[in-house]
């Protein structure tokens, strides 16, 4: 009678003790991975941060990147990111060739490697110390830097609304770094935080989505694509009619209805932005939980599977060319190791530039309006196509969603033709084509800070009545 007891006591015991100690084992892990993604996170800030503004003729410090892109940045990478050891290697040129940050005692340090046209991509979790240098890098055409003295606009329409969004009258505890305001096609006002200038970039994060769509509809123009085309995907076609994702779209994925499950609210992808792996591994895989077209799930694989749709084409015309023909050339997409753009979020850009982005859907997809170098880069309705929410919208925020852009429509004050692009810490571009204005807010918002933005639109909107 004794042995069966104990037998089902040791039985018991070892049933709970089991998952504790799978558990515990787990937490290992998972603190682990997170200091591989902090460590990547630092790496590719610091690299981007210093080498892009470089690149600029701007400067920033290793101390300037602690303290706004390293600083109220998500948890639980918040808590381990700042102490982490790093080096920033240079080549003999001066030129910054990678960062290397320390995680493990076990491992090789993350590292972030600088490419001239491509900014800095993140190499994979453990890749060796000794990795193959980058190829050597492009020297780029001298470039005017040359900015509107900021003096001049003290005087301006806009200047304590400005004012007012470096401080909090629009988010409590928000960190805004520029703020600016152009109309018939001129800057009226802008104001940068201590340490940013005109040519100081900072990463667009999901903004780089609207970029994308802009992409698409360069693509569009050139009669190659549709955005009713399937994205076509080899890792798709390759099951054949049986593949539902065949029938996932340009257009779905531009408007966050591809149908794809998503593991986080906003489909974080961290493995592809700090772990170092690639689109085509981190993106391509996810399978479908909802027919194409039919549910709003905002998703960066999305936005990343849209630029697949066109791989074909940014490969031949890569996204530097088109920041070349709009003048924005202080503004860098970058990619992953094996040289896909993540236009999800991995663009750095200034102020100016992306008022440059917005005056051109102001001008309906043309550059240089009304002179003889006027040069179609949109299709002439495709305005319209990224401001309509024709697809399924997103449940209860106070904005639409259009194909790539937020839709400013609900909100009093506001004209309803308003659209806008969104980038998480606090990037914005908001387009207004029936007042033809633009304005850009950029800021470091810690995580749980919000900027308001379309307050901010209606106090600008108004003070230029």
């Given at each position: 009678?004794?042995?069966p007891?104990?037998g089902?006591l040791?039985?018991?015991?070892?049933a709970?003790s089991?998952?504790?100690a799978?558990q515990s084992?787990?937490e290992?892990?998972?603190?682990?991975?997170?200091?591989?993604l902090?460590?990547?996170?630092?790496?590719?800030?610091?690299?981007?941060?210093?080498?892009n503004?470089?690149?600029?003729?701007?400067?920033?410090?290793?101390?300037?990147?602690?303290?706004?892109?390293?600083?109220g940045i998500?948890?639980p990478?918040?808590?381990?990111?700042q102490?982490?050891?790093?080096?920033?290697?240079r080549?003999?040129?001066?030129?910054?060739?990678h960062?290397a940050?320390?995680?493990?005692?076990?491992?090789?340090p993350?590292?972030a490697a600088?490419?001239?046209?491509?900014g800095c991509?993140?190499?994979?979790?453990g890749t060796?110390?000794?990795w193959?240098?980058?190829?050597?890098?492009?020297?780029?055409?001298?470039?005017?830097?040359?900015?509107t003295?900021?003096?001049?606009?003290?005087?301006?329409?806009?200047r304590?609304?400005?004012?007012?969004?470096?401080?909090?009258?629009?988010g409590?505890?928000?960190?805004?770094?520029?703020?600016?305001?152009?109309?018939?096609?001129?800057?009226?006002?802008?104001q940068?935080?201590?340490g940013?200038?005109?040519q100081?970039?900072?990463?667009?994060?999901?903004?780089?989505k609207?970029?994308?769509?802009?992409?698409?509809?360069?693509a569009?123009?050139?009669?190659?694509?549709?955005?009713?085309?399937?994205?076509n995907?080899?890792?798709?076609?390759?099951?054949g009619?049986?593949?539902?994702?065949?029938a996932?779209?340009?257009?779905?994925?531009?408007?966050m209805?591809?149908?794809r499950?998503?593991?986080?609210?906003?489909?974080r992808?961290?493995?592809?932005?700090?772990?170092?792996?690639?689109?085509?591994?981190?993106?391509?895989g996810?399978?479908l939980?909802?027919k194409?077209g039919?549910v709003?799930?905002?998703a960066?694989n999305?936005?990343l599977?849209?630029?697949k749709?066109?791989?074909?084409w940014?490969s031949?015309?890569?996204?530097?060319?088109?920041?070349?023909?709009?003048?924005?050339?202080?503004?860098?997409?970058?990619?992953?190791?094996r040289?896909?753009?993540?236009l999800?979020?991995?663009?750095?850009?200034?102020?100016?530039?992306?008022a440059?982005?917005?005056?051109l859907?102001?001008?309906?997809?043309?550059?240089?309006?009304?002179?003889?170098?006027?040069?179609?880069?949109?299709p002439e309705?495709?305005?319209?196509?990224?401001s309509?929410?024709?697809g399924p919208?997103?449940d209860?925020r106070?904005?639409?969603?259009g194909a790539?852009f937020?839709?400013?429509?609900?909100?009093?004050?506001i004209?309803?033709?308003?659209?806008?692009?969104?980038?998480n810490?606090?990037?914005?571009?908001v387009i207004?084509?029936?007042?033809?204005v633009?304005?850009?807010?950029?800021?470091e918002?810690?995580?749980?800070a919000?900027?308001?933005?379309?307050?901010f639109?209606r106090?600008?909107?108004?003070?230029l009545?």
């Amino acid at each position: 009678m004794i042995k069966p007891i104990l037998g089902g006591l040791a039985a018991f015991t070892f049933a709970f003790s089991a998952p504790l100690a799978a558990q515990s084992a787990q937490e290992k892990l998972d603190s682990r991975y997170d200091r591989a993604l902090a460590a990547g996170y630092k790496a590719l800030m610091l690299c981007s941060a210093i080498g892009n503004a470089e690149r600029n003729g701007a400067k920033r410090t290793p101390e300037s990147v602690h303290e706004w892109e390293l600083t109220g940045i998500q948890a639980p990478l918040n808590d381990i990111v700042q102490d982490l050891d790093y080096e920033i290697v240079r080549r003999p040129s001066g030129q910054i060739a990678h960062v290397a940050v320390d995680w493990a005692e076990d491992m090789p340090p993350r590292v972030a490697a600088y490419f001239s046209e491509t900014g800095c991509s993140a190499l994979p979790i453990g890749t060796a110390e000794d990795w193959s240098e980058p190829a050597r890098p492009i020297e780029m055409e001298p470039r005017d830097n040359s900015v509107t003295a900021w003096s001049q606009f003290k005087a301006s329409p806009v200047r304590d609304e400005v004012e007012a969004a470096f401080g909090d009258q629009y988010g409590k505890g928000t960190r805004t770094t520029a703020a600016l305001v152009q109309t018939d096609s001129e800057i009226i006002d802008w104001q940068f935080a201590q340490g940013y200038t005109p040519q100081t970039p900072q990463r667009t994060w999901s903004v780089a989505k609207s970029i994308a769509a802009t992409l698409v509809g360069a693509a569009v123009l050139s009669g190659e694509y549709s955005v009713e085309d399937p994205i076509n995907m080899n890792y798709w076609r390759s099951g054949g009619s049986s593949e539902p994702r065949n029938a996932i779209t340009i257009d779905h994925a531009l408007r966050m209805a591809s149908g794809r499950y998503s593991d986080t609210p906003g489909n974080r992808t961290d493995p592809l932005y700090w772990g170092g792996s690639t689109v085509n591994e981190a993106a391509t895989g996810w399978p479908l939980v909802t027919k194409p077209g039919t549910v709003f799930r905002y998703a960066n694989n999305d936005t990343l599977m849209a630029i697949k749709g066109i791989d074909g084409w940014v490969s031949y015309y890569p996204p530097r060319e088109f920041f070349e023909k709009l003048g924005m050339d202080n503004t860098v997409a970058e990619t992953d190791i094996r040289g896909d753009y993540i236009l999800s979020s991995q663009v750095w850009s200034t102020a100016d530039d992306l008022a440059k982005l917005g005056q051109l859907y102001l001008d309906n997809g043309v550059i240089n309006k009304g002179t003889e170098d006027e040069e179609r880069l949109l299709p002439e309705n495709w305005r319209e196509y990224v401001s309509a929410p024709s697809g399924p919208q997103p449940d209860g925020r106070p904005v639409g969603y259009g194909a790539g852009f937020w839709l400013m429509n609900k909100s009093d004050g506001i004209p309803p033709d308003t659209f806008a692009a969104f980038g998480n810490r606090g990037q914005y571009v908001v387009i207004v084509p029936s007042r033809n204005v633009v304005i850009v807010r950029r800021g470091e918002d810690p995580a749980g800070a919000r900027f308001d933005i379309i307050a901010f639109t209606r106090d600008v909107l108004a003070a230029l009545k």
